[in-house]
């Protein structure tokens, strides 16, 4: 199993990190031979890859959580979706530059190892791979806490049967990635697929509503606790009292760490190229097309509902929660089922989200295990003979099925509260070091001019950089947000340093083992 330590050492056609810029750069390896060293199967295509990012990003915070952003800035949320998603996809060509260079690397993570060293690679990986797990058990509890509110909607009370869902839910989606990554690929197409038709629906259902100029009388909303007020449909709702900032500039800000939240983990298809058919050619494709995918799912989603439900008519209910929006929409064009039918595509979104979450917790693990000195973990980076880390897939679902029973236990639950929350943290951190890793790329011997090359590479990557630690200081502007951010530079600083520490002490130890044998 050298493949993967191999690769991290800067084998398989990628070549000694040069700190000058090179001349005339590197030549382009084949795909063949890189993946000589590649024990996985390519079995994604790019209907697989396309609908993998567009999965792993519109998630349950665009259907259940877009009331908040409204509510938080008005019509000016759309700028933020706008100008956060440029930013997201300057971060994508940089992870798709890297990738194009060496398709058999399993994780983008590996470059952060090449190009800044064995300690930022080992912190970047393993909170990574922690956060990932972290994310999945918020997700499973999701997943259940959805199932019992769309069998509510029928009279049927599952509440007590929450822990046999969630393990029902995650054996089927532990089946599914241990069956073949072509399996995996083909349920996320579909589930993809599920959350889109959602989506265009309700666009299609705002659309009609317009153009009969639509009146609708005061409703009880599901979810929300106070009658929703009469209203009508129509353009003027969009623009009505429009400001950039209606609720304070603070409230501005604070809307872009949201909107950050719901483009997370669009990164997950740095995760699949490894096992994608013609790597080459659809990893370009899938990045340069995915943004605007997203951004108009996103922002085409978020003007219809405005231009149904004015943006003042989002209010907190008294626990602070929000109605989904979808539902008002359904439920004011007379489609009182619409709840029912909502939830229903929730449950699919988090599952969704879930099985991302397991193939690439199990696609890390498995590069972690592969590179690590360690024996014991050396036995999980092995891959089955249905050519994928099943050993690893395994270990990170038995900790996310941890979830019930850390939910359970009062003083445990407090500290994954903190620590799933610091998990944007860690992301950011991830982020920035992904682009610094790109930057040393573009400066060492193996640059390939000719790859998928980011345009105006120092300016735009400075500019993404920039950004993610713009975001990173609003996490301190909030109540609700601030022990996240302080809990990530503990871990950053603690964990960080433990790494660049180790990595030193084997640094020196190795080039006293070597002085000693000369």
Sequence with gaps: MGGGHNRSNGSNGLGGGSSEP????????????LDKGNEMARGLNNRHVQFIAIGGTIGTGLFLGSGKSIALTGPSIIFVYIGVGVIMFLLMRAIGELMYRDPSQHTFINFITRYLGNGWGTFAGWSYWIVLVLIGMSEITAVSTYFITFFDTFGMDLSHWKWLIELCFLAALVTINLIAVKVFGEVEFWFSMIKITLICAMIATAVVMIVIGYHYPAVQIHGV???????HAGFD???ANFSFAPNGWMAFLMSFQMVFFAYEMIEFVGVTV????????VLPKAINEIIVRVLIFYVGALVAIMCIVPWTSFKPNKDGSFASPFIMVFQYAGLNWASALVFFVVITAASSALNSLLYSAGRHLYQLSEVSP???????GKVSDRKVPARAILVSAALIL????????????????????????????IYILTLLAHRRYRRSADFIPDGFVMPAWKVLNTVAIVFFVFIYLTLFLADDTRNSAIAGLVWLVGFGGFSMLRERYRSRDLKAALEHKE
């Design 237 to 239: 709702n969009l623009f």
């Design 402 to 429: 941890l979830s019930p029973i850390v939910n359970a236990i009062p003083g445990v639950s407090g500290a994954f509260v903190l620590f799933s929350s610091a998990s944007s943290a860690v992301f950011l951190f």
């Design 225 to 231: 606790d106070h009658v929703s007020p009469a209203g």
């Design 274 to 281: 490894s096992e994608t058919k013609n790597p080459r050619k």
């Design 374 to 380: 360690n024996p014991m973990l050396n036995k999980l």
């Design 22 to 33: 090179a001349e005339g750069g590197s030549r382009l390896t084949s795909v063949e031979s």
